[in-house]
């Protein structure tokens, strides 16, 4: 009896549960339909005003090329700008239909080859287009304004190119009526004119922008709101199906599926170091005590395992470590010098960039090696090594790859000139003395240093090494006959 009242209890929440999701679920759809129509809504008013100033612009475009065309033909007396002048006026009246590709760079394309006359068609004239497309009053009386004006301004424009216009005549034109011609087309009262069309129209645009932007406010004001409320039914119903899920996940089947998948890894020897932890009082959570109890035996064992696995992965690294560095000065081997050399060589070819290669020769290294001994010479290997690493940059890399030879790669170095600076700088660097600890004393060493440029010397690593290798040669070569000649 006790159980009965949770039970109803639970049912009844379930219930209300279901009510409200259907509830929100019909205030979803009926926000989303409301968002579907108004955006539909809003596409149409978008076409309709798009349609509009297309018609507008079509005005405009046409009054200026005709113009264009009437003042080429009187500069030119080409007679195609005349029969560009007459295709324009027919396309305008609706008795030629607009070639493909018409837009506002299609003469300036069409003048540069020949054209193929348009076709004609029986289209409506721009008036007629005018006219239905349902223009305010206001503006369809500034539209049919604009047109007149238009239509007499091309009364003066064939005026000036019949002035011009010697076909036919058997007398030559006279220097007059080409300036007439000129004044008529770009005098004070044709651009007067010219601004008397352009004003109208304008103005209409301005009209046409402001009544959309004044029909789309209040609109996207509700669309807006409709979405938001679309938005929070959607949380709404998306959180309380978390929330019912988490509290049939709590109640029964969490504890269940939690028990039964524990009792199995514990079956199997697995772990996945987490707990069942569920802190109840009942058969559950005694139960779950238990499988925790076995998993923290489990991780101890794991633990160690974990460690053994670890000194191993240390030991491989160490393994890596010195397969691709000098034991001696813990630098890039030769190796591991080449294997960066693609790279950097991959690089520079994809972001058109240049390398350099520093191939350096310790010139007093045996005499000290010979004399002072093997640690000697280690030592002043060392300092060498970390006076090269310490002055160059980040991006560079020093190896080395013989007893006293190292290699030095300066990726993104366009210049031989730039790679003289860093060969003049390690130049100073090596030439200050090195201390030796184990004699208490200290000794001086130089080296040959030789120069590679990509891709100005070479385009793969094998002749950049041969290049830098030769030069170093040379500047040895150098160094003993300056020798020779100072002493």
């Known amino acids: 009896m006790s159980g009965k009242p949770s039970t109803m209890l639970f049912r009844t ?9 259907i509830v929100l679920v019909l205030v979803t759809t009926a926000a989303v339909g409301y968002l579907v ?11 309709h005003f798009l349609e509009r100033d297309h018609l507008v612009a079509q005005l405009q ?35 030629q239909a607009e070639p493909e590709g018409y837009d506002e760079v299609y003469w300036d394309l069409a003048l540069d080859q020949p054209r193929a006359a348009g076709r004609p068609a029986a289209a409506r004239s721009l008036q007629e287009r005018l006219l239905e497309a349902g223009f305010d009053p206001d503006d369809y009386a500034r539209l049919a304004e ?31 009526d080409w300036k007439e011609a000129l004044e008529m087309l770009h005098g004070p009262a044709y651009r007067h004119a010219k601004a008397e069309i352009m004003g ?53 089947r969490r504890p269940v599926e939690l028990l039964r998948h524990w ?13 069942v932890s569920l802190g109840h009082s009942s058969e559950f959570g005694e139960l779950s005590q238990a499988i925790d109890e076995m998993a923290e035996s489990v991780e101890r064992s794991l633990d160690e395992l974990k460690e053994e696995v670890a000194r191993r992965a240390r030991a491989e690294q160490v393994v890596r470590h010195l397969a691709n560095h000098d034991a001696l000065t813990g630098l890039p081997s030769l190796r591991l010098l080449h294997d960066r050399l693609d790279r950097a060589l991959a690089q520079a070819q994809r972001k058109n960039q240049g390398l350099a290669l520093i191939f350096v020769d310790l010139n007093d ?34 190896g080395r790859i013989g007893g006293d030879e190292f290699l030095v790669l300066l990726p993104d170095v366009d210049s031989l000139a730039q790679a003289q600076q860093v060969k003049a700088k390690l130049v100073g660097l090596l030439e200050q003395p090195i201390f030796i600890s184990v ?49």
């Open 13 to 21: 929440k379930l219930a209300l549960n279901l009510v409200a999701q």
């Open 37 to 47: 129509a108004g955006y539909r809504s809003v596409m149409e008013q978008g076409r």
């Open 61 to 95: 475009r046409s009054s200026d090329e005709l113009t264009r065309m009437a003042r080429l033909f009187v500069v030119s007396r080409d007679p195609q700008f005349a029969d560009h002048y007459r295709e324009v006026a027919r396309m305008r009246e609706g008795l």
């Open 146 to 176: 604009a047109l007149r004006r238009s239509e007499a301004l091309m009364k003066t424009e064939q005026q000036a190119m019949g002035r011009v216009d010697t076909r036919g005549s058997s007398h030559p034109l006279a220097e007059e």
């Open 200 to 252: 109208p129209l304008r103005a209409v645009r301005q009209s046409l922008k402001a009544g959309h932007e004044a029909w789309m406010q209040p609109l996207q004001d509700n669309l807006r709101f409709t979405a938001w409320l679309a938005i929070v039914c959607l949380v709404l119903t998306a959180a309380n199906a978390v929330f019912m899920a988490l509290r049939y996940d709590r109640s029964v």
């Open 263 to 275: 009792a199995k890894q514990v079956r199997k020897g697995q772990q996945q170091g987490q707990r």
């Open 365 to 398: 290294f045996k005499p000290i090696n010979d004399r002072y001994g093997h640690e000697a010479g280690d030592q002043v290997l060392k300092v060498v090594a970390q006076r090269l690493a310490a002055s160059l940059r980040e991006a560079d890399t020093v």
């Open 439 to 487: 004699h208490n004393l200290a000794v001086r060493v130089s080296a040959a240093m030789g120069i590679a440029v990509y891709p100005a010397m070479a385009n793969d690593a094998q002749g950049l090494m041969r290049i830098a290798d030769q030069d170093m040669y040379r500047d040895k070569a150098e160094q003993k006959a300056q020798a020779t000649r100072t002493g």
